[in-house]
């Protein structure tokens, strides 16, 4: 039976299949073609992140699947029973595989394969298959504006509005104040 624990400010797309046992935290999205299976162990995805189209998120053999708050999974990521800290950015087409744990503030950049039981410090930018440390830089402010962006992208659509106005944009920070 489904152990659904989605938030009520959470927004998931009408195309998104979600089985198991899996909670998205507030203000969350999951965009088009997601799929989250959990046959055994959880997902959880925390607050104000952002899984984006066609991305895959499935539990390992032995370890669930751990998404923090602020973090942005983009486009056909797939997560493998793994363990993502706050405020993290997982790259395009990027693959974190079973038993890995990502730290705080990190990118793992576009096509990277974490490997299974590989562990990533706080403040890294990981790149490569395998993927490997090639510089230590906090993120996580840049990261978390990434994830506020998809936020309130999230709240448009949840009412049909499939543009971010500059007004928005503004506000968000994502353009100067006039």
């Not at 079973?98 to 730290?103: H, L």
């Not at 709240?155 to 509005?161: C, D, E, L, T």
Request: net charge negative; with cysteine.
């Amino acid at each position: 039976m489904d152990r659904l624990n989605i938030d009520d400010s959470a927004w998931i797309h009408k195309t998104a299949l979600i089985f198991g046992h899996v909670s998205i935290g507030p203000d969350s999205s999951v965009w088009p073609h997601v799929v989250m299976r959990s046959e055994m162990f959880h997902i959880e995805i925390g607050a104000r992140t952002n899984i984006q189209d066609f991305a895959m998120i499935h539990v390992g053999a032995t370890t669930p699947t751990i998404i923090g708050d602020d973090c942005s999974i983009t486009h056909h990521v797939t997560m493998h029973g793994c363990t993502v800290g706050n405020k993290c950015l997982i790259g395009i087409n990027a693959t974190v595989m079973d038993g890995a744990v990502i730290g705080d503030n990190c990118i793992v950049a576009g096509h990277s394969i974490v490997t299974q039981g590989s562990v990533i410090p706080d403040n890294s930018i990981i790149a490569g298959s395998p993927a490997k440390l090639v510089k230590t830089r906090d993120s996580g402010a840049a990261n978390a504006m990434n994830a506020a962006f998809y936020a309130q992208n999230a709240k448009n659509y949840a009412q049909g509005i499939h543009r971010i106005s500059e007004e928005q944009l503004r506000e968000a920070g994502f353009l100067p104040k006039d």
